[in-house]
């Protein structure tokens, strides 16, 4: 059979050609040669059409096979028509994308999309036509092109579950001919449907109620797992498998580097089960990249799998094919946890969670995101809730309740999606700003809750940063888009609370960022620092050794990297208030006095026996130290009020100094129209804490009930 294939890809398919026809014949057993033959037209038609300038790119990735493990890659994701009107716009953007870091484009579905309704594109009519509206195909190659030239790449979706009941396949169905009639899964009563939907869950209960949708025009029921219009394909038919290679490799040739493969759970479908991943769906995209690694090995494929924590990794590959399907996946278990984390003050179920997952495979990552276009679902497992004594439904309650602001002690302004009247557990929608506490922070004119918002933002980020993966900025959240309601005025939207969070590019808020002070401003730089940090740091390459540490202190997240005999940790506070962590918790290296926050690029000390992080604050933590930093002479303002004859001294206190050294007690002065101030010389990014006193002669009148802090 292989003397069929083009002579140059002959070698390299013997390779794997086994195993290929292996899982083939596994999920196809009713093939016969002549579909095989299809298979092998098509991999010669796409490796014959492929340009030559895309096959130097093949070639390069082959020969550094783990390209996108390098922490340089920084992710950002958009609808076109959102963002810039139309793909050729796109390019008067590139150098804003870049100013924030971002060398990864992920542009949302583009293709030729039905009319109306289109589930924000993921109803494809034709694979192989952009979307008219945004464009043509030259333009989505030319911008492809400039990308590369910039060392940028780009993703786009390829949504392989179903195609639009637009696309020919599904009119010809419609039209009562029998050439696409088994592309489809299209029954003629409610029998199996029937059957099928004992164990079938919904996902869109509230606006796509059931799983089948009846066809008038030919009197049959088709599966439709999501919106009535949207198809889902057969998979069970080597025919379909053969046309999705060939709508897969024509978009491969487009020159495209990541697929994103949408709704992969469900691409398989099992009668008894939720029909969500089979072990024939992995398998399905086994086969799938040995094909696509034959014509273009440069392109990689990304999986959306929004399942539970250990399904996700399975699309990396599993059962013996570790590494063979998906070289990327959307980390949603660390993204619901941090969401969860956050909200309790707690890291205690996001480092159980995390620590209980199997590694992935060594040239597989991940994709770090905190808000993408989707709803968040609280995939909290029941038995990790229960081993940090919990309960499963009581914890992803709580997420709903939290995040859509029910809760006395939320700042939160998400809303409801697709609830679940039985149990109130829901997915949520709702923006970024919208969730950490900035809209309603800024909504209330909360000068302070502005400042705890933001440190959310930079503490969340500041982990996807940091942890194994590819951090994705979701577009729009550099400059804190809020909730957005026009979608609320679009007949074709309004059902569908997801485009809450998927307003307009806001170009005229994004000018903001240059103004300093502003949210804007503070948000991107955020964002921006974040990555040029990041690109700097051989122990985030995704190659680096990743190792959570258990603090005894809940309420601090701590992950350590080690690469090349560097090592980098982070600690992020996930509460409101300061938090004290004993050294003696963590590695060696941490028992040092002087750090270098890698964040803040500054040198940081803490002399005593613990570390202190302030309310959600995240670090970095490196032992870059220089030496050479010089100590300052700082000025502080005494916050204490005191009649006449009274004087003031502080007292440095003994959880910031070395050990056996003696508090520093130092007498403050009064100056008019400013209060009681102090002078005191610290390192530059040391951290210096302290109590005030009272005095009226020798007689200590008042003691400060709390401690103050003052990092400089
Ligand atoms: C994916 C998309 C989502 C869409 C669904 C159906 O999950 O991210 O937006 O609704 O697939 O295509």
């Known amino acids: 059979m292989l003397d069929k294939l083009i002579f140059d890809l002959q070698e390299k398919a013997k390779e794997f050609w086994p195993d290929f026809q292996y899982i083939y014949k596994t999920l196809y057993s009713n093939s016969t040669d002549k579909d095989l033959i299809a298979v092998i037209e098509t991999i010669n038609l796409f490796y014959v059409e492929r340009k030559t300038s895309l096959k130097q790119i093949d070639e390069i990735r082959v020969n550094n ?103 020919n396949w599904a009119q010809s169905v419609l039209r009562g001919e029998s050439q696409y009639a088994n592309y489809y899964y299209i029954f003629s009563d409610r029998n199996i449907p029937d059957q099928f939907e004992k164990t079938l869950p919904e996902v869109f209960p509230d606006f796509a109620p059931g799983n089948f949708t009846y066809q008038p025009e030919i009197n049959k029921w088709v599966w439709t797992t999501f919106n009535d219009y949207q198809w889902d394909l057969n998979y069970s038919e080597p025919a379909v498998f053969n046309a999705m290679l060939g709508e897969m490799l024509f978009l491969a040739n487009l020159g495209v580097d990541i697929l994103r493969l949408d709704a992969v759970p469900f691409l398989w479908k099992k009668l008894g089960t939720n029909c969500q991943n089979q072990e024939e769906a992995v398998l399905l995209l086994v086969a799938y990249k040995y094909l696509i690694n034959l014509v273009a090995p440069g392109v990689l494929f990304k999986s959306e799998a929004i399942v539970s924590p250990n399904d996700i990794i399975r699309y990396l590959g599993s059962g013996g094919y570790e590494g063979k399907a998906c070289e990327i996946g959307y980390n949603a278990t660390l993204m619901n946890h941090l969401w969860h984390a956050i909200a309790c003050e707690n890291t205690h179920l996001l480092r159980t969670t995390l620590s209980k997952l199997p590694k992935i495979p060594a040239s597989s990552t991940w994709i770090n995101y905190i808000r993408c276009h989707d709803d968040i679902g609280w995939g909290i497992s029941d038995q990790n809730a229960a081993d940090v004594g919990q309960n499963g439904h009581e914890t992803r309650l709580f997420c709903s309740n939290f995040y859509t602001g029910n809760l006395p002690n939320s700042y939160a302004q998400g809303y409801f999606f697709q609830k679940d009247k039985m149990n109130g557990e829901s997915r949520i929608s709702g923006s970024t700003a919208a969730l950490i506490g900035l809209q309603r922070a800024l909504i209330e004119n909360k000068k302070e809750e502005v400042f705890f918002a933001i440190n959310r933002f930079r503490l969340l980020h500041g982990i996807i940063f940091f942890m194994k993966g590819i951090p994705l900025v979701y577009a729009g959240d550099e400059i804190g888009h809020l909730n957005n309601f026009d979608y609320l005025k679009d007949e074709t939207k309004k059902e569908d609370n997801r485009w809450l969070h998927r307003p307009k590019m806001d170009w005229d808020k994004a000018e903001l960022r240059l103004k300093s002070g502003t949210i804007e401003n503070m948000l991107f730089n955020v964002i ?61 290296f941490i028992q040092i006095l002087n750090y270098k926050d890698e964040i803040n690029g500054c040198n940081i000390s803490f002399p005593g026996d613990s570390i202190i992080l302030p309310p959600y604050g995240i670090y970095w933590l490196s032992d870059n130290y220089d030496f050479k930093v010089e100590s300052k ?38 100056k008019d129209g400013v209060g009681w101030l102090v002078e005191i010389e610290q390192k530059k990014g ?11 002669g020798n007689e200590k009148i008042e003691v400060s009930k709390i401690q103050f802090f003052f990092p400089t």
């Open 633 to 670: 002479i700082y000025t502080l303002n005494i916050d204490v009020s005191t009649f006449p004859g009274e004087s003031v001294y502080i007292i440095e206190n003994n959880l910031t100094l070395p050990r056996g050294e003696k508090p520093r007690q130092l007498s403050c002065y009064w």
């Open 528 to 588: 921006a620092n974040l990555a040029k940090k990041r690109k700097k740091l051989s122990c985030l390459h995704g190659n680096a050794e990743e190792n959570l540490i258990i603090l005894k202190n809940d309420k601090v997240f701590c992950v350590k990297k080690i690469i090349n005999n560097k090592n980098l940790v982070l600690l992020a506070n996930f509460s409101r208030e300061y938090q004290w962590i004993e050294k003696i918790d963590i590695p060696i």
């Open 686 to 696: 040391s951290f210096f804490s302290y109590n005030w006193v009272k005095m009226y």
């Open 65 to 167: 096979k783990n390209w996108h493990l390098d922490q340089k890659w920084i992710a950002t994701m958009f609808y076109t028509d959102l963002y810039t009107g139309n793909i050729k716009a796109i390019e008067n953007r590139l150098d804003y994308l870049k100013d924030l870091g971002i060398n990864y484009i992920h542009l949302m579905p583009l293709l030729e999309t039905r009319e109306g309704q289109a589930d924000g594109g993921y109803a494809i009519k034709d694979f192989r036509r952009v979307n008219p509206k945004l464009g043509s195909n030259e333009d989505l190659m030319n911008l492809i092109e400039k990308m590369h030239e910039e060392d940028q790449i780009i993703a786009i979706d390829f949504v392989m579950n179903h195609t639009a009941k637009e696309h």
